[in-house]
Nanobody
Framework: VQLQASGGGLVQAGGSLRLSCAAS????????MGWFRQAPGKEREFVGA????????YYADSMKGRFTISRDNAKNTVYLQMNSLKSEDTAVYYC??????????????????WGQGTQVTVSS
């Protein structure tokens, strides 16, 4: 499967952005999807993840209540809605996919496929 992330940009603190991750290939509905981000000089960190059915979502503590992950399997797309953005949310955001659930979903090594990343810059 190939992943294409989009929707990044420049936004003021307190604003919102919605990122999209479009997947090509079949069986998208069977993939467990994750979002990660990487700020300059820092390691890639977990943002959130969603089951193939969309029934369950998981978030890093610092994103709970501000970020929402959803997916539309008919469109082979997963979304990351980001609200109340802060300057510390500035990073390149990546989507990732793996077949089936893993309880280690917070780790980059658990994912088989990665998108190219989209830059999000939050100005204070």
């Amino acid at each position: 499967v190939q992943l294409q992330a989009s929707g990044g940009g420049l936004v003021q603190a307190g604003g919102s952005l919605r990122l999209s991750c479009a997947a090509s290939g079949r069986a998208f509905s069977l993939y467990f999807m994750g979002w990660f981000r990487q700020a300059p000089g820092k390691e890639r960190e977990f943002v959130g993840a969603i089951w193939w059915s969309g029934a369950n979502t998981y978030y890093a503590d610092s994103m709970k209540g501000r970020f929402t992950i959803s997916r539309d399997n008919a469109k082979n797309t997963v979304y990351l809605q980001m609200n109340s953005l802060k300057s510390e949310d500035t990073a390149v955001y990546y989507c990732a996919a793996r077949m089936g659930y893993s309880d280690r979903y917070r780790y980059t090594s658990e994912y088989d496929y990665w998108g190219q990343g989209t830059q999000v810059t939050v100005s204070s």
